[in-house]
């Protein structure tokens, strides 16, 4: 059992940074692979940045490619996402979700989730 806790979201003008951690519960943390989803009201949960079990290995989106970074410290169980050059339309609820699959393809893939952060980028 997995259980995960997003922090770091907030309001950030066009051009701006945040840094959003994806706290985890569990020994076996690093056995896992996590994927940032984001949700906007009426579109489906998609993934932007994917990481493997031993950070050796890292998906993105072609939308936040350049701009986004994900990284992982497994001695602190967390899960990093560091969003630069923001855009009003990176504006989502974004979402953990950590599993034993590549679950950065597929939200079907995903075991665990946390509970969300809000990130609003104005314009």
């Known amino acids: 059992q997995v259980q995960l806790v997003e922090s770091g979201g907030g309001l950030v003008q066009a051009g701006g940074s945040l840094r959003l951690s994806c706290a985890a519960s569990?020994?076996?943390?690093?056995?896992?692979?996590v994927g940032w989803f984001r949700q906007t009201p009426g579109k489906e949960r998609e993934s932007v940045a994917g990481?493997?079990?031993?950070?050796?290995?890292?998906y993105y989106a072609d939308s936040v490619k350049g701009r986004f970074t994900i990284t992982r410290d497994n001695t602190k169980s967390t899960v990093y996402l560091q969003l630069n050059s923001l855009k009003p339309e990176d504006t989502a609820v974004y979402f953990c979700?950590?599993?034993?699959?590549?679950?950065?393809?597929?939200?079907?893939?995903?075991?665990?989730w946390g509970q969300g952060t809000q990130v609003t980028v104005s314009s």
């Open positions: 979700g950590a599993g034993l699959r590549r679950v950065w393809t597929s939200v079907e893939n995903v075991d665990y």
């Open positions: 569990g020994r076996t943390f690093s056995s896992y692979r």
């Open positions: 990481i493997t079990g031993d950070g050796g290995a890292t």
